[in-house]
């Protein structure tokens, strides 16, 4: 694993398990199943995709580092929140970049395993959004993902990683590919909930 895959993805799941620990505010959560919460949200999305890969063993499995820094961060900002209330928008930012982040390591990992690059793209939306999901399960709410209201999520993910796929069609392997496409996919989400902008839904006929 090269240094900016190794960095990007502890980003990522530091600022997953911010978001689980954050979405966990309002439901009197104790430390532990803050923990849980913020490790399922860091490493639901790339477990299920290593499941799927056939990568073995699953990549915090590996490298354990992953988990000390998911437990870690959460109770870091589960101890912040318990002396000093945060904007309402944290769990959003983090939830963002979480998304962002994860949906590109997953698409490059994916890419190293030779797979067909609409593959690639539907592994990069499954690593981003399905630890969310399993977040939003657990607190029984409905998950982010499915709400309209929370305007593009993952349409922002596969937008980031079809930009991915095409950035490394052109110049494949380049450092600036990684960086670009999460930068893409951070627009697209902060867009669609400045401009509150959605994807048409599913409504009868009068």
């Excluded at 915090?60 to 820094?69: D, I, Q, S, T």
């Excluded at 593009?152 to 110049?171: D, I, K, N, Q, R």
């Amino acid at each position: 694993m090269t240094t900016l895959a190794l960095v990007l993805e502890h980003f990522a799941v530091a600022t997953c398990a911010a978001s689980g620990v954050l979405a966990a505010r309002g439901k009197r959560v104790d430390l532990f199943g803050v923990i849980v919460l913020a490790v399922v949200t860091a490493f639901g999305g790339g477990t299920i995709r290593d499941l799927l890969l056939g990568s073995t063993p699953i990549f915090w499995v590996e490298r354990p580092a992953y988990l000390y820094n998911a437990a870690v961060t959460a109770a870091i900002v589960f101890l912040v929140i318990r002396f000093r209330e945060l904007e309402g928008t944290g769990m959003l930012v983090a939830d963002a970049f979480g998304l962002a982040l994860f949906s590109i390591v997953g698409a490059r990992k994916a890419l190293a395993f030779n797979l067909d690059p609409i593959v690639a793209v539907a592994m990069g939306v499954v690593t981003g959004v399905a630890g969310g999901i399993l977040r939003d399960v657990l607190l029984g709410q409905i998950p982010l993902v499915f709400r309209r209201e929370i305007h593009f999520y993952a349409t922002a993910s596969l937008g980031g990683c079809v930009m991915f796929l095409a950035l490394e069609h052109f110049w494949p392997q380049a450092t600036a590919n990684s960086l670009i496409a999460i930068a893409f996919t951070l627009l697209l989400r902060f867009a669609s909930i400045r401009w509150k902008l959605a994807l048409p839904d599913l409504k009868s006929k009068p």
